[in-house]
């Protein structure tokens, strides 16, 4: 009786709660807008009965999790310059957990004073793969693809950006060069090596642009399509004794290797009518300078030509019903850490989100099945999983 | 394959079903190009037979019955979001800055007053009218929520109103004794009484509707996405 006391307690609350708009000062030149965002679900994982057959004992990620509990300042001045300031107190509080995430998530500032290109310096998203720079509350899902959420390459970095667009905004290019360090670039000290990583970027749109979104909320009535190509280059070498920072190579090691590394991708969206889909493909050169580097497998020259390709993709068709005010999306992804090892992984999700208020007060629900695992790369010790949680936008 | 054939032959069909149920949708009776970079409101001068648009990125323009660019307004703002005639004044709102421009015909700027409202900073003021028969200026915010301020032509606020017409409101006419509402985020056309009520609502086949006016016969609205202007017959309204 007292459980469901609380839980038409809670539904009443999420029903009922008012919508806190968000803040902007201004100045007639200088404005300055404060948004937050807030989100917590609750995971569930289906545990196999053993791992490497060992018993599972521990199932720590059933569990709720503060996803996101984020602020953002947005200021302007005239039109000539732009900053942005984000953290994520969430990723701040469990930083010891994770120090891939160090919380900061953007802070920047952009020159627009330029005819031929705009000019961004500071730290946030690099220009590389449609999917890492769609926001993310725009999502019906609590994860992104594991090819784009950050352990395969860095979302983040902290570098100089230049862009641009032409066509109507149909065309936009980004060029720039970052530390190549990923979201550890902002601790302090570049590698050892004192190389950057470059990017580029070019989308182009037909009929009109194409808005980083993934979701056709506003129901086009033509057909619209989006194809993005992007690459990144570093070439960083170690001396002897020297390391990467801690943490700055990700979970697969892919993100920075001693040695060569081009990564190139493409990616092609679509949306109509409420439909829309996204497809995204990486490919990954790694070269390590070290004949004896793990990425290597421990094969010999001749066999490997002295480098390794990695690379996945993703593949995602959502449907939103807007008089029922609900998303439907479905997700296959594929994944494979190293060639030279056997194996690689699939796995599908399906993510379904009713929005109580737009994206700004979303109920949302994902589903994990994984349908094939890379078990000598990276072994799973659970084969579904489910999240539900809510998602609140302070805007 | 043929399982995956069926799902995209059935997922087509089904669009094609429910865009079909939509009786209500509209269809322009021409399309031109607008050479000002992303349009975010127009306005018609019935007396010189000119239009009037301003740019998302703070610029007025005067153009003639051909859409061609008579003339660029000197002063720039931020984001300009809308514009209307009122007693002589080409009247602009500009949404991040806070700002109400008038300018004379011949596009100098004449005077700014400011908007004291805090809300997101596009969630702002995004569209203004003239009601020339109550002499009142009607200013409307973009979304959560919609308020609409009704001013008297020296922009004194004499009422404050919320109203749930749309997900967003791009653009607002006035046209005679009734008001016309654009929504962007939910591609419809929607006119009310004076009093705001609705009286019918139309979806339009058009990305990104910004800004609508009424000439003598038509009805047009530019995209600011597409950088089009698209015209319909204005009895359908």
Not at chain 1, 70 to 97: H, K, V, W
Not at chain 1, 208 to 223: L, T
Not at chain 2, 21 to 35: A, G, M, R
Request: proline share 3%; hydrophobic share 35%.
């Amino acid at each position: 009786m007292k459980t469901q006391h609380i839980f038409i307690t809670a539904i009443m609350l999420i029903c009922s709660f008012p919508m806190i708009s968000q803040l902007s000062l201004s100045n007639g030149k200088h404005s300055l807008e404060i948004t937050g965002m807030m989100s917590t679900y609750y995971n569930y994982r289906f545990y196999k009965d053993s791992l490497n057959g060992a018993p599972i004992q521990d199932f720590k990620k059933n569990r709720f999790k503060l996803k996101d509990a984020q602020i953002q300042f947005e200021g302007r001045y005239g039109n000539t310059y732009e900053y942005e300031l984000q953290f994520d107190l969430a990723d701040i509080a469990s930083i010891g957990e994770d120090p891939t995430n160090p919380g900061l998530m953007d802070a920047y500032f952009m020159y627009k004073g330029l005819s031929w290109f705009n000019v961004s310096l500071g730290y946030g998203k690099t220009p590389y793969s449609r999917s890492s720079l769609t926001p993310f509350i725009y999502s019906a899902y609590w994860q992104r693809a594991q090819i784009s959420r950050g352990e395969f390459f860095g979302r983040r970095d902290i570098g100089l950006t230049l862009s641009q667009d032409y066509w109507k905004q149909r065309i936009n290019i980004y060029l720039g060069a970052y530390t190549g360090l990923g979201e550890i670039g902002i601790k302090g000290d570049n590698d050892a090596s004192g190389k950057l990583e470059y990017i580029g970027r070019m989308d182009i749109a037909y009929p009109s642009r194409f808005r980083y979104r993934e979701i056709d909320d506003k129901i086009s009535p033509i057909p619209m399509f989006a194809v993005g190509f992007n690459g990144r280059y570093a070439n960083k070498i170690l001396a002897d004794g020297e390391e990467f920072p801690e943490f700055s190579q990700g979970e697969f090691e892919t993100k920075v290797i001693s040695g060569e590394k081009l990564t190139y991708g493409l990616d092609f969206a679509f949306q109509y009518m409420g439909l829309s889909g996204l497809v995204e493909v990486h490919q990954m050169k790694l070269t390590p300078n070290d004949t004896l580097s793990p990425l290597l497998a421990g094969l010999s020259g001749e066999q490997t030509g002295g480098y390794a390709y990695s690379g996945g993709m993703s593949a995602q068709l959502s449907y939103y019903i807007k008089p029922a005010q609900t998303i439907f999306s479905a997700r296959w992804e594929q994944l494979n850490i190293n060639d030279l090892i056997e194996g690689e992984s699939q796995r599908l999700s399906i993510a379904m989100a009713y929005q109580l208020k737009g994206f700004n007060s979303m109920i949302k629900v994902q589903y994990f099945h994984i349908l094939q695992e890379e078990e000598l790369i990276d072994p799973l010790n659970w084969t579904n999983q489910i999240r539900i949680g809510w998602q609140y936008l302070l805007r | 394959m043929i399982k995956i054939k069926f799902v995209i032959v059935s997922l087509i069909g089904l669009m094609i079903a429910i865009s079909s149920f939509k009786s209500d949708k509209i269809k322009p009776t021409k399309t031109i190009n607008v050479l000002v970079k992303e349009p975010s409101g127009i306005a018609y001068d019935e007396i010189e037979n000119v239009f009037y648009i301003v740019s998302d990125n703070g610029k007025l323009y005067k153009l003639n019955r051909s859409f061609e660019i008579i003339k660029k307004a000197p002063h720039n703002g931020i984001d300009f979001e809308d514009v209307c005639l009122a007693n002589n004044y080409v009247i602009v709102t500009d949404e991040t800055a806070r700002k109400i421009l008038f300018f004379d015909k011949e596009l100098n700027l004449v005077s700014i007053k400011n908007i004291s409202y805090s809300g997101g900073r596009n969630k702002g003021v995004e569209s203004i009218t003239f009601n020339e028969k109550a002499n009142q200026l009607v200013l409307v915010t973009e979304k959560e929520p919609i308020y609409i301020f009704i001013c008297d032509e020296e922009l004194i606020e004499e009422n404050t109103l919320e109203v749930n017409l749309a997900g967003d409101i791009s653009s607002l006419t006035y046209h005679k004794g009734s008001y016309y509402f654009l929504s962007d985020d939910d591609r419809k056309l929607i006119k009310t009484d004076l009093t705001f009520n609705k009286i019918d609502e139309w979806s339009l086949p058009i990305v990104n509707p910004e800004g609508l006016t009424f000439n003598k016969d038509q009805l047009i609205v530019v995209s600011d996405d597409l950088q089009k202007a698209y015209f319909f017959d204005a009895t359908n309204f």
